[in-house]
């Protein structure tokens, strides 16, 4: 398939989004900021907890992130491989771009907070491009069990290093 018949097939399904009156994108654009917000959240009373050295604002960023898995659930119901993972991280690094952006803009930085600014909403975009499905994953591979990552050549069962087995053992994504 040639670039144009793949903007085209895109662009069907962008008319197909937009058709779509069950899908409020407002309403999930809103729901997308709450959980940007929810999760600069958690990161400032976990923060707050370590630096005040008061455990009660770990209870507060536990009943938050309830909050925000639960707020994340509504837009990213079905997910694949690291999907639930990478929406909640392009959105908390959109937030984060955008208080950067503001921080420089506010320091007369204009031109740095431009650019900072473009940053965020590309990051921003990403979301919703995995979020609606627009992103053409199709040559994403699936790596062997015995692969670290679609890098690791070693698949071989060679002995794994202690960076192998934390790679292999450390999720993230499990919430």
């Not at 309830?66 to 908390?92: M, P």
Request: charged letters at 35%; proline letters at 1%.
């Amino acid at each position: 398939m040639n670039q144009e018949e793949k903007f085209q097939k895109l662009w069907e399904r962008v008319q197909k989004l937009k058709d779509n009156k069950t899908l409020d994108l407002s309403m999930e654009e809103d729901l997308s900021l709450a959980v940007m917000n929810l999760v600069s959240l958690e990161e400032h009373f976990f923060f707050t907890g370590k630096k005040t050295g008061k455990e009660d604002y770990f209870d507060l960023l536990a009943e938050v992130r309830e909050i925000r898995k639960e707020l994340l659930g509504r837009l990213v119901s079905k997910h694949e491989g690291e999907t639930w993972c990478i929406s909640k991280h392009l959105l908390a690094a959109s937030m984060r771009l955008m208080e950067v952006g503001t921080k420089l803009f506010s320091d007369g930085k204009k031109e740095e907070a431009k650019k900072t600014f473009d940053q965020a909403y590309h990051v921003y975009s990403l979301f919703w491009g995995l979020r609606l499905k627009l992103l053409d994953l199709g040559e994403v591979k699936a790596i062997g069990d015995e692969q670290l990552n679609r890098h690791d050549k070693k698949g071989e069962k060679t002995p794994w290093t202690t960076q192998d087995i934390v790679d292999k053992l450390v999720d993230c994504c499990k919430e």
